[in-house]
C-alpha cells in the first residue's frame, strides 16, 4: 500500500470517528425553580417547552422542578422552602444549570444562602423588578428582564377598545407596587397619561373633568391596603359593574390579583405572561409570551452547557409580541377582524385561522364520503344483479333436473336364488351381454368406498323393508358413474322372500346436485354481500347526513353563535372520525383475507406485552371501573407479530368497558405447561352474553347491540388475525355475571 493511502484511510477513519462523536446527543443536568404552586395552571405547559427547547437545541437534559409555592410563605419562611427545596434535590444529583422563573423565586434563590446557589451556574427569566445590587453578588448569574412596556399596553387598549377608553390596575404599597409605580412614573413621563403614578388621586368627576378637558388618558390605581379607613368601593364597582370606557390592566400576580380577570365586568388586558391563556379572562397585550421566555432561558442554558460564562452573557431585556386570546376574545364578542394583523392569537380554532383550508378539507371529505356512498350503492346495485341472475340460473337449474329425472335411465332387477337378474335393456344400454350376476360378481362393479354399505345391506336383504342406496358403478369398463339401486323386499307364503326394484342412472342428477350446491353458494355470497353493502348504508348514512346536514347549517346560517359554531364543527369530526373508523374495518378484513397484509414475527416477552397493554389502557378505562392486572409467576416468550396480538387484546378491553357498567376489568395471562401455550384474557363484570349468541359473535356484521354503532367486523378481524399469528380464541361469558375472552398462543421459551 502506497504512503498516500494510508494517509487517506487515516484521515477517512478520522473523520468518521470525529462524525460519530458529534451525532451523539448532549447531555445536562438541569434544576428548574418555578416561584408559584405546583397546581398552577401554566406549569404543565411551561414544562413541556423547557423540555421540547432543550431537544430541539440537541441537548438531552435531565430535568428535575420544584415548585416555591412564594403566595404561601412569608419572607423568612419562603426563604426557609427554597433553602430546603435546593437541599432536597442536591442529595444524590446535582444541577450544571439552575433555570428560575419570576421575581419571587429569584429573589429568594439569590437570598437562601444555600451552597448551590454559588456553585451552579444560574439563568433567570420572567424577572419584571430584578434586584440589581442582589444580583452583582453573583457573577454566576444572567438572565432576562421582562421589562413592563406601560406605552405600548395603553396603546393595546386604544386599538382593540377605541381612543377613549381609560384604564385601572391594583397597586399598594408593598415593594413590587412601589417599583412598579417608578417604572410607570419614568415610562410615562412627558405622555399624556395620568393616574397612580405621576398625579395625584382624582375623584371620579375631577378626573373626568380634567380628562374631558386636556385630552388625557387617565390610568386609576385601585388600591385594597393603601390606608386606614380607605374604602374598598371603587375596587368593588370597578370588578362587578360594566362600563365602557374602563378596561383593566394586569400588572403583577400576587393573592391580590389572582383570577381579578375572571371576576371583571370590564374588559382585562395584561402586561405580563402570569396567567396568560391558562383561564384567566385575560385578552391579550405586549407582552414576553411563556415560548419566548423559555427560549431565551434555554438557549442561554445551552451556551453555559457548551463552555460559556454567565459572566460573558449580559443581563438582556426580554423580546415582547403582541398577543390575544381567542377564548377571550370570542367572550368579549370580538371578531378575528376586530384584531390588528400584528397580533399573535393563541387557541384559535384551524378552521378559524385557516377558513379556506377548512373549508376545502370538510368540503373534500363530503365530497370523498358521497363519493364513498355512490360506489357503495353502485356494489349493491352490481351485487343485487348478480343475486337476481343466480336465483333464475336457480330455477333453470331446477327444470333441468326435473327433465333429466323424468329422461333419465331406469331399469328394473330382481333377485332370484340369491342371483341378480336384469331386465336385457340395461346390458344393451351398456354395451354388453345379457348375463346373471352372483353377489360377489356384483360387487365387483361397484366402487370400493361402497362395499361395507353395499354388504350391510345385503346382509339385511331379508329384511321386509324398502331400501335406496346411491353407488359408484362401472359396469362396461367406461369409467364410474352414479346410479341407485331402488329395492323392496316382500315376504313369500313359504316363509321365504324376494327383493324387486329398480336400477336408476342418477349421473346426470348427480351433476345436476353439483352445481344446485355451487348456486346455492353462489346465491348465499350474493345474500351475505346485500347484507353487508345494506349494513354498510345504514352505519355510513346515519354520520354522513350528520356530516352533510351540520356543514349546510354553517354554510348558510351566518349568525350562528360561536359555541353553536364549535358544537356543530366537533359533531362533524366526530361523525367523520366514525365513517373512518367504518372503512378501516372494511380495507383490513379485505386485506386480511386477500393476504395483502404482512405478519412479521419476532420473539415477545408475555410480561412486557401484558404491562405496555395495561399502562396504555389505564387512562382510557372509565373510572367508574376497577382495572385489574393479573400475571403468572412463570414468565413466557412467544413468537408473534406484537402489533396484531395488541390490536386484538385492545379490541377486548374495548368492548369490555362498552359493556361494563360497574365492577372491574382484569387484564392478565397463565402459563399452560401441559400444552405449552400461554392464554392472555381480558374479563370484565359486564352484562354477559347470552349462551345462544356465543357462537354467532364472531360472524360478520353480528352486532350485540343492534343499535350501537360500529360494523360488527371487529371480532370476526380479531379470529381471522389469530389464525394467522396460528393461535385461537377461547370464550366464557354468563349473561349478568361477565365474560372472559382468552388468546392462546405457543409458547417459545418459558422459564
Given at each position: ?579 373512518l373508523t367504518l372503512i378501516n374495518d372494511i380495507l383490513e378484513l379485505s386485506r386480511l383475507e386477500s393476504g395483502y397484509m404482512t405478519f412479521e414475527f419476532m420473539p415477545c416477552e408475555v410480561t412486557e406485552l401484558v404491562d405496555e397493554i395495561f399502562q396504555t389502557h389505564q387512562v382510557l378505562i372509565p373510572e367508574r371501573l376497577e382495572f385489574i392486572k393479573e400475571q403468572d409467576t412463570i414468565p413466557a416468550k412467544i413468537n408473534v407479530d406484537k402489533g396484531r396480538l395488541v390490536q386484538v387484546l385492545t379490541n377486548f378491553l374495548n368492548n369490555a ?95
Amino acid at each position: 500500500m502506497s504512503k498516500t493511502n494510508s494517509i487517506l484511510l487515516f484521515l477517512l477513519a478520522l473523520s468518521c470517528f470525529f462524525l460519530s462523536g458529534c451525532s451523539e446527543k448532549e447531555v445536562g443536568k438541569v434544576l428548574v425553580v418555578h416561584s408559584y404552586e405546583e397546581t398552577y395552571a401554566a406549569y404543565p405547559d411551561f414544562n413541556e417547552m423547557i423540555a421540547g427547547s432543550f431537544r430541539k437545541r440537541g441537548v438531552d437534559a435531565d430535568i428535575r422542578t420544584v415548585y416555591l409555592d412564594c403566595e404561601a410563605y412569608q419572607e423568612k419562611e419562603e426563604l426557609l422552602r427554597m433553602y430546603s427545596l435546593l437541599d432536597e434535590v442536591s442529595k444524590d444529583w446535582k444541577p450544571e444549570v439552575i433555570l428560575v422563573n419570576e421575581d419571587q423565586a429569584t429573589y429568594s434563590l439569590l437570598k437562601c444562602g444555600h451552597p448551590l446557589v454559588k456553585e451552579v451556574s444560574i439563568v433567570f427569566g420572567g424577572v419584571n423588578y430584578p434586584n440589581w445590587p442582589l444580583i452583582k453578588q453573583y457573577p454566576n448569574v444572567t438572565g432576562f428582564r421582562d421589562k413592563i412596556d406601560f406605552r405600548a399596553n395603553i396603546e393595546v387598549v386604544k386599538e382593540l377598545f377605541g381612543k377613549k377608553m381609560h384604564l385601572f390596575t391594583l397597586i399598594d404599597t408593598t415593594y413590587l407596587d412601589k417599583q412598579i409605580r417608578q417604572d410607570a412614573r419614568e415610562q410615562l413621563e412627558g405622555t399624556k397619561v395620568k393616574g397612580f403614578m405621576n398625579f395625584k388621586e382624582l375623584n371620579t368627576r375631577e378626573w373626568r373633568e380634567f380628562v374631558k378637558d386636556e385630552n388625557y388618558t387617565y390610568f386609576a390605581g385601585i388600591a385594597i391596603r393603601v390606608k386606614e379607613n380607605n374604602s374598598d368601593a371603587g375596587l368593588l364597582w370597578s370588578l362587578s359593574q360594566y362600563t365602557r370606557d374602563r378596561c383593566y390592566l394586569q400588572l403583577k400576580r400576587d393573592f391580590t390579583t389572582v383570577n381579578i380577570g375572571n371576576i371583571c365586568s370590564s374588559p382585562s388586558l395584561t402586561a405580563i405572561n402570569e396567567g396568560f391563556g391558562y383561564g384567566e379572562k385575560l385578552l391579550g397585550g405586549y407582552i414576553t409570551t411563556l415560548s419566548i421566555q423559555v427560549g431565551e432561558m434555554v438557549g442561554a442554558a445551552v451556551r453555559i452547557l457548551r463552555g460559556e460564562k454567565p459572566l460573558d452573557m449580559p443581563v438582556a431585556n426580554s423580546a415582547k409580541e403582541y398577543v390575544v386570546d381567542w377564548d377571550v376574545m370570542v367572550q368579549r364578542g370580538l371578531s378575528k377582524a376586530d384584531i390588528p394583523g400584528k397580533y399573535s392569537i393563541i387557541h384559535i380554532p384551524f378552521s378559524k385561522n385557516h377558513p379556506l383550508l377548512w373549508g376545502g378539507i370538510v368540503f373534500s371529505v363530503v365530497v370523498l364520503l358521497l363519493t364513498l356512498f355512490v360506489l357503495l350503492f353502485f356494489l349493491y346495485r352490481r351485487e343485487q344483479g348478480r343475486k337476481k341472475k343466480a336465483l333464475n340460473a336457480l330455477e333453470d337449474e331446477k327444470e333441468t333436473l326435473a327433465l333429466a329425472i323424468e329422461g333419465s335411465d331406469t331399469y328394473a332387477w330382481k333377485l332370484e336364488n340369491d342371483y341378480f337378474i336384469f331386465e336385457s335393456d340395461f346390458w344393451q344400454s351398456q354395451g354388453m351381454r345379457s348375463k346373471v350376476l352372483t353377489f360377489e360378481k356384483l360387487i365387483n362393479f361397484i366402487h370400493p368406498e361402497h362395499w361395507d354399505e353395499v354388504r350391510e345391506n345385503w346382509r339385511k336383504i331379508s329384511m321386509i323393508r324398502k331400501v335406496a342406496v346411491q353407488v359408484r358403478c362401472d359396469f362396461n369398463g367406461k369409467g364410474y358413474q352414479w346410479w341407485e339401486f331402488r329395492y323392496k323386499t316382500i315376504a313369500l307364503p313359504d316363509g321365504g322372500y324376494k327383493a324387486a326394484g329398480l336400477l336408476l342412472n342418477i349421473q346426470d342428477i348427480k351433476d345436476h346436485e353439483q352445481e344446485l350446491e355451487e348456486a346455492r353458494l353462489l346465491a348465499e355470497k350474493a345474500e351475505l354481500k346485500q347484507s353487508f353493502l345494506a349494513n354498510m348504508s345504514h352505519e355510513i348514512r346515519t354520520p354522513l347526513n350528520a356530516i352533510v346536514g351540520f356543514s349546510n347549517i354553517l354554510a348558510a346560517d351566518e349568525d350562528l353563535e360561536p359555541d353553536e359554531r364549535c358544537e356543530y364543527i366537533k359533531t362533524i369530526n366526530r361523525n367523520s372520525d366514525l365513517l373512518l373508523t367504518l372503512i378501516n374495518d372494511i380495507l383490513e378484513l379485505s386485506r386480511l383475507e386477500s393476504g395483502y397484509m404482512t405478519f412479521e414475527f419476532m420473539p415477545c416477552e408475555v410480561t412486557e406485552l401484558v404491562d405496555e397493554i395495561f399502562q396504555t389502557h389505564q387512562v382510557l378505562i372509565p373510572e367508574r371501573l376497577e382495572f385489574i392486572k393479573e400475571q403468572d409467576t412463570i414468565p413466557a416468550k412467544i413468537n408473534v407479530d406484537k402489533g396484531r396480538l395488541v390490536q386484538v387484546l385492545t379490541n377486548f378491553l374495548n368492548n369490555a368497558s362498552k359493556f361494563t357498567a360497574s365492577g372491574y376489568i382484569k387484564l392478565g395471562y397463565r402459563y399452560l405447561p401441559e400444552t405449552s401455550e400461554v392464554a392472555i384474557y381480558v374479563e370484565d363484570t359486564g352484562c354477559g352474553i347470552p349462551h345462544a349468541e356465543q357462537k354467532m359473535i364472531f360472524n360478520r356484521f353480528y352486532k350485540q347491540d343492534e343499535f350501537s354503532q360500529g360494523t360488527g367486523l371487529g371480532l370476526s378481524i380479531c379470529q381471522v388475525i389469530m389464525e394467522k399469528l396460528q393461535g385461537r380464541i377461547e370464550l366464557w361469558s354468563e349473561q349478568g355475571k361477565g365474560s372472559r375472552f382468552t388468546v392462546v398462543v405457543k409458547v417459545v421459551t418459558s422459564y
